[in-house]
C-alpha cells in the first residue's frame, strides 16, 4: 500500500510493506542520542561536564541553548508508562523538589546563562502540571533570572500535558507565562482502551483544552496516540483517528506500545491476553498511515506525523530537522542544558544524566554539587557517526560527498563492514546507494531505526538477547 504524504512534491513520502516489516522487526534504540544513553559511565563526572561548558564558551559560544525542566511527579500510574516519574498525591513532594530544581537552576545558571540566547525550552515528565499555577510561574521566573529567551515567535518554549490535570483556564495562563507549542497525552479515545490502561480521560476534557489551546495562540498543538495497548483493534484505532483528525492538531505522534513488564513494573497491571497480536498492531499501523496522510498530514520519521505548514515539517524540507531526547526539533545544534532528576544534557561534545533517585539527586545538590552521575564524552568517531544517523533519522539521505569534505575519510573504507550491511538493506528494498549518496526509501522510511542501527558501532558486540535487556524497543 503505497501513501502519497501530501500536496507537496518536496515532502517524502512513505511506504507500509507488512511482509518487509516483519521480516525486519528487531529490537533496537530510538537514537534521540548517539551513542546511546545505555552507554554512559560514572566515569564521566562534574569536572568533565565543566571543561565541556568550558570548550563551548572558548568556542565561542555559537549555538544557541535549549533547556529542559524535569517534573518527575504523577497523580496516578497508567499502567503502560515507561517514564521515568513517582506516583504520588502528596503535593508537598513537588514543593521539595522545586527548591532543590532552583538550586540546580542557580549552579547552571552561574555556569553557562552567559553562553547564549535560549531558544527553547521543554518541560517533561511526569506531569509539568503537577506543579501550581505559582509554582509553575515561580519556576519561570527563576529561570528568566539566570537566562536570556529568545522572542516568542523566535522560541520554541513547549509543555507536556496530561489534559486530565488542566482546565481551559490553566491552559490559557500557561500561554501568558510564556509557552507556546502544547503536546497532550491521549493515546486512545476508547473508554474501555482507557479503563485497561487505568487512564480514564474523558473526550470532552481532552477536545475542551486542545480548544483552549487554540484560544489562547499556541502556535503549535500536539496529540501523543499510542498503539498496541489492551484491548485496541483496528476498529477502536479507526474511531480514535476520526476524533483526533476532527480535533485537528498541527502534530500526531503514534507510538508502538513495547510491553516489556520484567523490565517496567508498572506493566505488570496489563493483562496480557488483552493485548492485540502483532498482526493486528501491524494493521494498526497502516490503517493509522493511510489515515493521516490521507488528511494531510505529513510523515516526519519515527511515529511523527505533521501538517505540511507545521514548522517541524517545514524544517525538514528545508534541511534544518534536528533530533535530540524530546524527539524532533527544529533548533538544530543547541546545546541543552537540562535540570531536574535524572534530566540528560547535551553540550558541546558530551552528554551528561543527573542522578536517577530523589535522595541522591537532594543529596549532590546539598553538597554543593551539580547532580551529574554519568554520561560520556564522544570521540571523533562518536561524532561522525552521531550526524550520520541525524540525518538519516532527519532527512532519509545521507550526502556521502558532503561528509568526506566535512571529516577526514573515504566512505567506502571507513565503512567497508556498514556498505556491506548497507548493500543487504539495499537488496530488500530499504534504501539505494551510490557513490554519492545514500537514500532511503519510501518503505525504508518506517524502518529507519534498522538502517541507523548499522551505524551503532556500539551495537555490534551485543547480541539479540542483550539489546531486550537493554530496553530497547521493537523498531516497528
Ligand atoms: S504515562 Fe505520563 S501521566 Fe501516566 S504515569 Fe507515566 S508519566 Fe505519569
Known amino acids: 500500500m503505497a501513501v502519497a504524504a501530501t500536496a507537496l512534491s518536496l515532502v517524502p513520502s512513505v511506504q507500509f510493506d507488512a511482509a518487509l516489516i516483519r521480516k525486519m522487526s528487531r529490537q533496537g534504540p530510538r537514537y534521540t542520542s548517539y551513542p546511546t544513553a545505555d552507554r554512559f559511565t560514572d566515569e564521566f563526572a562534574m569536572g568533565d561536564y565543566l571543561q565541556a561548558v568550558n570548550t563551548v564558551r572558548a568556542m565561542g559560544s555559537r549555538n544557541s541553548l535549549s533547556i529542559y525542566i524535569h517534573v518527575p511527579f504523577c497523580d496516578k500510574l497508567c499502567y503502560y508508562c515507561a517514564c521515568n516519574k513517582i506516583i504520588t498525591k502528596n503535593r508537598s513532594k513537588a514543593e521539595v523538589y522545586l527548591t532543590y530544581l532552583k538550586r540546580e537552576i542557580d549552579m547552571q545558571g552561574k555556569l553557562a546563562g552567559d553562553l547564549n540566547t535560549v531558544t527553547q525550552l521543554h518541560f517533561g515528565g511526569g506531569t509539568p502540571t503537577y506543579l501550581s499555577d505559582e509554582q509553575m510561574g515561580d519556576l519561570l521566573a527563576h529561570l528568566r533570572r539566570w537566562f536570556r529567551f529568545a522572542t516568542d515567535d523566535a522560541g520554541e518554549y513547549s509543555i507536556e500535558i496530561d489534559p486530565r490535570t488542566v482546565t481551559p483556564e490553566r491552559i490559557r495562563t500557561l500561554r501568558t507565562q510564556g509557552f507556546n507549542r502544547i503536546s497532550f497525552g491521549v493515546q486512545d479515545f476508547d473508554a474501555e482502551v482507557q479503563k485497561a490502561v487505568n487512564r480514564i480521560q474523558p473526550e470532552e476534557t481532552t477536545l475542551a483544552v486542545m480548544q483552549a489551546a487554540r484560544e489562547a495562540g ?15 483493534n483496528v476498529i477502536t484505532m479507526d474511531q480514535t483517528l476520526a476524533k483526533v483528525i476532527a480535533a485537528n492538531p498541527d502534530r500526531i505522534s503514534i507510538y508502538n506500545y513495547a510491553h516489556m513488564p520484567a523490565l517496567f513494573k508498572s506493566q505488570r497491571q496489563i493483562a496480557e491476553d488483552e493485548l492485540p497480536n502483532a498482526e493486528t498492531k501491524l494493521d494498526m499501523l497502516s490503517l493509522c498511515i493511510k489515515r493521516l496522510s490521507a488528511a494531510g498530514y505529513v510523515y516526519i520519521g519515527m ?21 535530540n531526547f524530546q524527539g524532533y526539533s527544529t533548533h538544530a545544534d543547541a546545546e541543552m542544558i537540562s535540570c531536574g532528576v535524572s534530566a540528560i544534557s547535551a553540550v558541546g561534545s558530551t552528554y551528561s544524566q543527573n542522578e536517577k533517585t530523589l535522595d541522591a539527586y537532594y543529596e549532590r545538590i546539598e553538597q554543593g ?8 564524552k564522544l570521540s571523533v568517531d562518536d561524532l561522525l557517526r552521531r550526524i550520520i544517523i541525524q540525518m538519516l533519522m532527519c532527512n532519509f539521505e545521507l550526502s556521502i560527498r558532503s561528509l568526506e569534505v566535512a571529516y577526514p575519510i573515504t566512505f567506502a573504507n571507513y565503512f567497508a563492514t556498514e556498505l556491506e550491511q548497507l548493500r543487504a538493506l539495499e537488496t530488500d528494498g530499504l534504501l539505494s546507494l551510490d557513490e554519492d549518496w545514500l537514500t532511503v526509501s519510501p518503505k525504508g522510511r518506517l524502518l529507519i531505526r534498522n538502517i541507523c542501527m548499522v551505524f551503532d558501532r556500539y551495537l555490534g558486540a551485543k547480541p539479540e538477547a542483550k539489546l531486550e535487556r537493554l530496553r530497547y524497543s521493537k523498531t516497528i
Do not use: T, W
Not at 218 to 232: A, E, N, V
Open 218 to 232: 499556541f502556535r503549535s498543538i500536539s496529540i501523543d496516540l499510542i498503539y498496541g495497548l489492551p484491548k485496541q
Open 303 to 323: 511515529d511523527h506525523f505533521a501538517k505540511p505548514n507545521d514548522d517541524l515539517a517545514v524544517a525538514q524540507r528545508q534541511g534544518r530537522l534536528h533530533r
Open 369 to 376: 554539587e551539580l547532580p551529574i552521575a554519568r554520561g560520556i
